[in-house]
């Protein structure tokens, strides 16, 4: 992994190479080191490691995906902002099958520093809700649903709301006492 600051330079370096093949007329090599250029601007806007810990979480395969992304050594220096968010986001959603307060940490970190894709951003917001309705915080949790609902244009989020918001509903029903009432019951 190149830190974030090497790839712009050697994307200027390309660039200058290219330029440099326009001007001995060498058409072909220069317009071939633009298309090369590209792929450092490209890795630049999506971190390769991050994507390939992508791919291992499409496969289910979460300590695969756990030892890329602890390839990452200092994120904040490493990555652009909204990457440093799908690392947290990453980081969050593994890390949630264990320890819901760490999870809440990442989540909280990918929520401030944003996320490129709404869908993404409105799974957060609802495990957020999750951790906020396990603490018994329903207002919060109530507040982040709204916002998960609001994120999810295209409705793939609505089962799993739906599913939260029964959940809530049986929270806030009072228990039913089991037992002896005193009216009613049967007398030995």
């Not at 090599?29 to 994507?51: A, D, P, Q």
């Not at 902002?81 to 947290?88: C, D, F, I, S």
Request: charged share 25%.
């Amino acid at each position: 992994m190149f830190n974030k600051n090497i790839k712009l330079v050697l994307v200027a370096l390309v660039i200058g190479l290219a330029v440099w093949q326009f001007t001995e007329t060498n058409i072909g090599n220069g317009i071939m080191l633009i298309l090369l250029s590209l792929i450092f601007v490209f890795l630049y806007f999506k971190n390769e490691i991050i994507l390939l810990a992508f791919l291992r979480l499409r496969k289910q395969d979460f300590p695969g995906a756990k030892k890329w992304l602890d390839k990452i050594k200092n994120p904040s220096a490493a990555l652009v902002p909204k990457q440093e968010g799908y690392y947290n986001y990453l980081n969050g959603l593994m890390i949630s099958q264990t320890n819901m307060v760490e999870a809440e940490k990442y989540f909280r970190k990918a929520e401030k520093l944003g996320l490129n894709m709404s869908a993404d951003m409105a799974m957060t917001k609802l495990n957020l809700a999750g951790i906020a309705m396990t603490k018994n915080r329903k207002r919060e949790a109530e507040q982040l649903m709204i916002e998960a609902k609001k994120l999810d244009k295209q409705n793939m989020l609505d089962d799993q709301i739906k599913m939260m918001k029964q959940q809530m509903k049986k929270m806030g029903q009072p228990r039913q006492q089991f037992g002896r009432s005193g009216r009613g019951g049967r007398r030995f």
